[in-house]
T-cell receptor
Framework: SQQGEEDPQALSIQEGENATMNCSYK?????LQWYRQNSGRGLVHLIL?????REKHSGRLRVTLDTSKKSSSLLITASRAADTASYFC???????????FGQGTILTVHP | DTAVSQTPKYLVTQMGNDKSIKCEQN?????MYWYKQDSKKFLKIMFS???????INETVPNRFSPKSPDKAHLNLHINSLELGDSAVYFC???????????????FGQGTRLTVV
């Protein structure tokens, strides 16, 4: 069964604005990861946050994790047209790297 | 050098045919995966191998058979292709599961399979 639910399904913003995407999951996890997928391409890992972490930063990315609410958010600050892509959260609750993906958020950044 | 490479990138074939997708990684990882992405972009794991041994086999029809000749390669063979098999198939790899679960996965560019 699908683990993650992402919200919103689609997000359209102007360059320079911030984009926030949310992810909810159902079972306990070791970590939660965010991936980006450009149209017609593979997935690129963005950031991993462990279950005992609450917030993590990487460049313009900020990820939060609330294990009590089983939710995470990805914030992209000062967005650029090149950030246009689908963004997926994925949870790993096993000992062998099995990722369970959400359905993704399609982000469109208008120049 | 491409870290995780899949061939072919596109595959169009008729129902009933048998086809294979190849995957190779040059990252020295022990663990490799096959994921399927459907038309709604939903990604689901199919198989995982760790050092040539099958460790994950999700509910996938027997027509799908993974083969790992060595830890750098994980191929996917599909028998008697059906219309519903049309999807994008992604290969991925990650460091050995013995190093712990908190590692990222590296994905290939995908193989778009169209069954007509």
């Amino acid at each position: 069964s699908q683990q993650g639910e992402e919200d919103p399904q689609a997000l359209s913003i102007q360059e320079g604005e911030n984009a926030t995407m949310n992810c909810s999951y159902k079972t306990s996890i070791n970590n939660l990861q965010w991936y980006r997928q450009n149209s017609g391409r593979g997935l690129v890992h963005l950031i991993l946050i462990r279950s005992n972490e609450r917030e993590k930063h990487s460049g313009r990315l900020r990820v939060t994790l609330d294990t009590s609410k089983k939710s995470s958010s990805l914030l992209i600050t000062a967005s650029r047209a090149a950030d246009t892509a689908s963004y997926f959260c994925a949870t790993d609750g096993t000992s062998y790297g099995k990722l369970t993906f959400g359905q993704g958020t399609i982000l469109t950044v208008h120049p | 050098d491409t870290a995780v490479s899949q061939t072919p990138k596109y595959l169009v074939t008729q129902m009933g045919n048998d086809k294979s997708i190849k995957c190779e990684q040059n990252l020295g990882h022990d663990t490799m995966y096959w994921y399927k992405q459907d038309s709604k972009k939903f990604l689901k794991i199919m198989f995982s191998y760790n050092n040539k041994e099958l460790i994950i086999n999700e509910t996938v029809p027997n027509r799908f058979s993974p083969k790992s000749p060595d830890k750098a390669h994980l191929n996917l063979h599909i028998n008697s292709l059906e219309l519903g098999d049309s999807a994008v198939y992604f290969c991925a790899s990650s460091p050995s599961i013995q190093t712990g679960p908190n590692t990222e996965a590296f994905f290939g560019q995908g193989t778009r399979l169209t069954v007509v």
